[in-house]
């Protein structure tokens, strides 16, 4: 999935977007810690984490997705990012979109619809559902 959307990443107005990829939840946050990004895109709800927080250990067990911790984690600390989240599972899209996702889209419209909601992230529009 990572390298489809990097493909459609490296296309959308000209090529001019700067691309990070940072494999693990734990740090990105750090990331976005210590500067402004203007998009966060994660490709899997399974996200892997370095160190699984350590506040949320006993979530680890209610069968919590990593990336909704990240979600989470990302409105505790009141990082300000639209977040797309890319997977197949659709059951999850409430609770992703509940957790402060600005959308949710299926990896089989990624070729047809990033570009149309990274444009609208980035525009400031309210969240996709």
Same mark, same amino acid.
Request: aromatic residues 8%; glycine residues 6%.
């Given at each position: 999935?990572?390298?489809?959307?990097?493909?459609?990443?490296?296309?959308?107005?000209?090529?001019?977007?700067?691309?990070?990829?940072?494999?693990?939840?734990?740090?990105?946050?750090?990331?976005?810690?210590?500067?402004?990004?203007?998009? =966060?895109? *994660? #490709? +899997?709800? !399974? @996200?892997?984490?370095?160190?699984?927080?350590?506040? &949320?250990?006993?979530?680890? /067990? %209610?069968?919590?997705?990593?990336?909704?911790?990240?979600?989470?984690?990302?409105?505790?600390?009141?990082?300000?990012?639209? =977040?797309? *989240? #890319? +997977?197949? !599972? @659709?059951?999850?899209?409430?609770?992703?979109?509940? &957790?402060?996702?600005?959308? /949710? %889209?299926?990896?089989?419209?990624?070729?047809?619809?990033?570009?149309?909601?990274?444009?609208?992230?980035?525009?400031?529009?309210?969240?996709?559902?």
């Amino acid at each position: 999935m990572l390298p489809l959307c990097l493909e459609r990443l490296k296309h959308l107005h000209g090529g001019t977007y700067q691309v990070e990829t940072i494999p693990f939840c734990d740090d990105a946050l750090m990331a976005l810690r210590q500067q402004p990004f203007d998009l =966060v895109l *994660v #490709v +899997s709800l !399974l @996200a892997p984490w370095r160190t699984w927080p350590s506040l &949320n250990a006993p979530t680890r /067990f %209610m069968g919590l997705k990593p990336a909704i911790l990240f979600l989470k984690q990302l409105r505790a600390l009141r990082i300000q990012v639209p =977040v797309i *989240v #890319v +997977s197949q !599972l @659709a059951s999850a899209k409430q609770e992703v979109l509940a &957790n402060g996702a600005f959308a /949710f %889209m299926d990896p089989f419209d990624v070729k047809d619809d990033l570009e149309v909601l990274v444009s609208l992230a980035l525009g400031g529009v309210g969240r996709i559902e």
